[in-house]
């Protein structure tokens, strides 16, 4: 499709779910609220609709909104029926003005079917079964009732027991009140079973299995080039729009770069500045490393985005992992040079360009790696709780085979020198910029009159 093809597509789409007065709007988030829910539930259907399908299955569309809200979605799927698509939809406990938006109900009782035909029919079906609706009732409630099997345990509390023949007087009918949900189901089945419904959808049935069976293309429509440039470009947006994801976390950061850089101001070259020189450094790798937990929640909405339209076959896991490492590069660039510029200049850590590109790129290098991890654990959790616990628990135990704690020769070999420190990012990291501060430096000895150490 062309780019003029498409925004018309769009625009029809916004047009169809009447979602014209806040098209350019924002959907919110955690901290903004943006659209109304009801709002967001046609915005679903709308980006379903956009692929063109012929069948759309929902699962409850109008659970968690008010009357109104879920009328105006229903009538929007009534729409979309009408104009050539199939729409089927499960709803729990819909009122009575959206069950007469329905054109065909289908009742499902413990895997068999009580009833498949014309919604407004249904009401007589259950009459001819000996089960009439009683009057102001809501028709869905009365065919809960009568297939539901949680209404026997109800009915025999104690309570009900107590109250049963003010109950039957009040709601006017002795049938629902002295059988069980057993029982009523099996005189419905045995009455849908007979009747004209059941030999209708027989019909249609074999109708359909005796038409050739088209087997449609599981693969995307778009080339790997395209979702790569799509998947970055929605990416870098929400990273830019969202508070959460990168600009609180750089705040934070400039506020350890600067609290370190007060700590460690203009460190020299004495025999205790060694020590100095290397907890400066473990503890900004260590403070940033940490900070990365901050973008779990972002992280697992974006998850969230990405298993819905996996499902549909979009696009793969591979192009998603490429596309987020781009679209966060400027950040974490951003990041490393600011952070990595305030805290060398401050501590005037070992002079000259290369070895302040060493120390802002292996800054860099280092959040990238843990940004990586973060979105592997936010596609393994199921919560943000769940994955702040393993997030951080995965930074503690990567960090604890570094030399943040003990020099390398001092750490047991048995796991924590071997494999531990080998597979620690962290490790290879502060290693890296001990070396790239440390040698080349002259230090002042312990005792006065002795030559100065040097590497």
């Known amino acids: 499709m062309s780019k003029e093809e498409i925004e018309n597509l769009v625009q029809k789409t916004i047009e169809e779910m009447g979602l014209e007065h806040c098209a350019d709007n924002k959907i919110g988030n955690w901290y903004f609220r943006g659209i109304s829910g009801g709002e967001k539930k046609r915005l679903r259907i709308g980006l379903e609709i956009l692929t063109q399908p012929q069948i759309m299955l929902l699962d409850e569309p109008t659970t968690g909104l008010d009357s109104a809200s879920a009328f105006f979605v229903v009538c929007t799927l009534k729409n979309i029926a009408h104009n050539g698509r199939i729409v089927v939809c499960s709803i729990h406990q819909p009122s009575g003005y959206l069950f007469d938006l329905f ?3 289908y009742l499902l009782s413990g895997g068999e079917a009580v009833y498949f035909g014309d919604a407004k029919s249904a009401v007589k079906f259950f009459a001819d079964a000996g089960f ?11 065919f809960l009732r009568c297939v539901n099997s949680d209404f026997d345990n109800v009915s025999t509390s104690s309570f009900l027991r107590s109250n049963k023949t003010s109950i039957t007087e009040e709601s ?3 049938s629902l009140t002295n059988m069980t949900t057993q029982d009523m189901k099996e005189i419905l089945i045995h009455q849908y079973n007979n009747s004209e419904y059941a030999t209708l959808t027989r019909h249609n049935i074999q109708q359909i299995n005796s038409k050739e069976v088209i087997v449609l293309s599981n693969k995307s429509k778009s080339s ?4 790569l440039y799509t998947l970055t470009d929605r990416s870098f947006v929400n990273m830019r729009r969202d508070v959460g994801y990168y600009w609180l976390r750089m705040v934070f950061y400039l506020g350890v770069a600067v609290c370190t850089g007060t700590i460690y101001y203009n460190i020299k070259t004495s025999y205790l500045d060694i020590i100095a020189r290397a907890k400066c450094q473990a503890f900004v790798y260590g403070f940033m490393i940490c900070l990365s937990n901050g973008g779990l929640p972002s992280f697992i909405e974006e998850i969230k985005v990405y298993n819905s339209e996996r499902i549909k076959n979009h696009y793969g896991a ?3 992992m490429i596309s987020n490492f781009i679209s966060s590069f400027p950040f974490l660039l951003v990041t490393a040079i600011s952070t990595g510029t305030i805290i060398y200049e ?6 000259g360009f290369s070895h302040y590109f060493y120390f802002v790129l292996n800054l860099f290098c280092c959040l990238s790696v843990i940004e990586t991890l973060m979105m592997l ?7 943000v709780l769940m994955g702040i616990g393993i997030g951080t628990g995965l930074i503690v135990f990567m960090m604890m085979a570094s030399e943040i704690f003990r020099p390398m020769s001092d750490i047991p070999k048995f796991f924590w020198r071997y494999p531990m420190s080998y597979i620690s990012f962290a490790s290879w990291a502060l290693q890296g910029v001990y070396k790239n501060d440390m040698i080349g430096i002259e230090f002042d000895p312990l005792v006065a009159g002795y030559p100065k150490l040097k590497d």
């Open 224 to 227: 790997w080039w395209k979702q």
């Open 103 to 105: 054109d065909d109900l």
């Open 172 to 174: 006017g009918s002795t």
């Open 346 to 351: 401050m501590v005037k850590l070992h002079p």
């Open 377 to 383: 654990v936010a596609s393994l959790v199921p919560n």
């Open 318 to 320: 591979a192009v998603v």
């Open 132 to 142: 009439p609706c009683p009057t102001k009732t809501n028709p869905t409630d009365h």
